[in-house]
């Protein structure tokens, strides 16, 4: 889960090597389909513009967006029915009201 600041450079990093470690590493940009032309993060001109539109975006469909990525990332082939999720910066806050489906 990106920070403020949405998903950047170093939130993309952070997911490459959380799969170069072996992991299944999904990284969502909460800002696609909002930005110009129907963009992503990375159609914003300025970082103010994707976080102001961040800003305006409800909790629960922050929340839906994560947990779309997250059962995404479960149904690959090699997921073991082991999951986590990882918050940066005050989408950390989000790690724990996702709606996480407990498997033992």
Same mark, same amino acid.
């Given at each position: 889960m990106h920070y403020d600041a949405g998903l950047d450079d170093l939130q993309r990093a952070?997911?490459?090597q959380l799969a170069?470690?072996?992991f299944i590493a999904v990284a969502p940009d909460l800002l696609s389909g909002l930005g110009p032309k129907g963009g992503n993060h990375d159609s914003?001109?300025? #970082?103010? %513009? /994707? &976080?102001r539109t961040l800003a305006?975006?409800? #909790?629960? %469909? /922050? &929340?839906?967006?994560f947990g779309i990525a997250f059962d995404y990332g479960m149904?690959?082939?090699r997921a073991n029915g082991k999951g986590a999720a990882l918050g940066c910066g005050l989408e950390g806050?989000?790690?724990?009201g996702?709606?996480?489906k407990r498997r033992i």
């Open positions: 952070i997911a490459d170069t470690d072996g914003f001109p300025y #970082p103010d %513009e /994707a &976080l305006g975006m409800r #909790p629960e %469909e /922050a &929340l839906r967006r149904k690959f082939p806050r989000a790690v724990f996702l709606p996480l």
